[in-house]
DNA sequence: CCGCGTTCCTAACACATGTAAATTCCGCAA
DNA sequence: TTGCGGAATTTACATGTGTTAGGAACGCGG
């Protein structure tokens, strides 16, 4: 069932019957279905849990004082929310639903133990978090100096790169499960400029967006406007630990 | 001599003598020292070892195809760059000094064997490295969310409290020693804007700004005004882990 | 099929911030 | 002291993006 989180982590190693098997496990923990604008957490919780999504869009998110909404990153399926977040006290933001979402509490316990008894899974798990640090930071870069139509054309790539690592492209096409509103609080433009941009990325052929339904015809294209380079994603380790042993266990 | 990491790491938890003496010898592993604008690392070099500032500030930095540079993150002294890095096969980022820097280059080895016997030093690590990651996501919403003057400002008051952290304020003063356009690379704001905005934050007397020496009045004032909370920086750790043998230790 | 709420889209206008170019200031080395 | 180079500052002007407001399209429940 955690078959996104598998495929995201086999994109850095492979990982062995036991290995998957144990993450089934953990995945069965404690799961939970919520519904769009549902908080998983909120800012000031104790975080208990390590959130694994297994369905669905979420993201982390800050509110300020005076209603302005910042989307700090978004969670697809298959990912985790901070593996070692029970060494803080409280919760620093929230991490909200944007489509209905289903996923699982995995106790700190239950981390322990696997991670002690799968050292390919702690190594995985090591690189998953590294990457998302990588993709944080970069969210910086994209804030900080890309153009309107930059950093949506940016965002997107991202996305879809993501998605085709967790299994959940059909070609060139994925979902688009979030509103415009949405797009303009994780790149802080307006919604009218999101929209504004999204015409003229549609209009240059980049993109084809129709409902919830993204197509990018040509992604080479769309990441040379962006400049957008796949590195810090770090999916070029596929293969990387493979030896006779690991063949002969899958 | 890693005085600083050791003062930031007690913010979170009390180490021992050992723990300390344990810090001392990682520290003395292979220092060296840089002059401003030089790297200690560049975007596709192989992260061989684990950097720890000593003295000076430094910056991690991307810089986009055309010339455009956003510093993603500032690195003070006591600052730790990336306890796992080596997970990755290469950098996606630069690292490079904004003063003369005076840094150590810890290996994998020495990191593994200090960390399995120093538990105590583990777990602060692990504070450390969330404390970066949420500080991270702070510049998120600050690029994101604020105006140019609360961007600023919330930057000075994160930049004086981390300094505080390390021992490096002097009452309600501490050194800035980066320039304009350095700060208007980290905040995505041209070095003109940034003039207007200091002027504009003189003007209101929320901060006294001579040569590389900032002052904060009123501290609180300046969090008010830039929509700051240090909730982030995970502070409220202090003695949460004392117990008689720390004491006896120390 | 209707009606209602949400999302999408468009327009006009305001304003925060960027760009380009000069000038002044300042620290430092000769 | 002088001269130099980088940094800070200022000005005038351009423009990207925000704001406000409203209408159109869409999806969903009754």
Redesign the interface.
Known sequence: MPRHLISKLEQFTRLSVADKQALETVAGEKRRRIGPREDIIR??DDPAYVNLILEGWAC?Y?Q???G???I??FFLPGDLC?T??Y????M??SIGALTPVTFAEISRETLTRVTAEHSRIT?AL??D??VT??I??????N???RSAAERLGHLLCELFIRLRGVGLTDGNSCVLPVTQADLG????LSNVHINRTLQELRGTGLIVLKGRQLTIPNLAALQAAS?FSP??L?L??VG?HLDANDLSET
């Open positions: 800012e000031g982390r800050k300020l004082e005076d302005r909404r910042q700090i990153s901070d070692h977040i060494v803080l006290r409280e620093d933001h190594q090591w690189w978090t590294l640090a990588a944080q930071r970069e969210w910086t870069v804030l900080g100096q609080d994780a790149m802080g400049l590195n810090y770090h070029d380790h990387r």
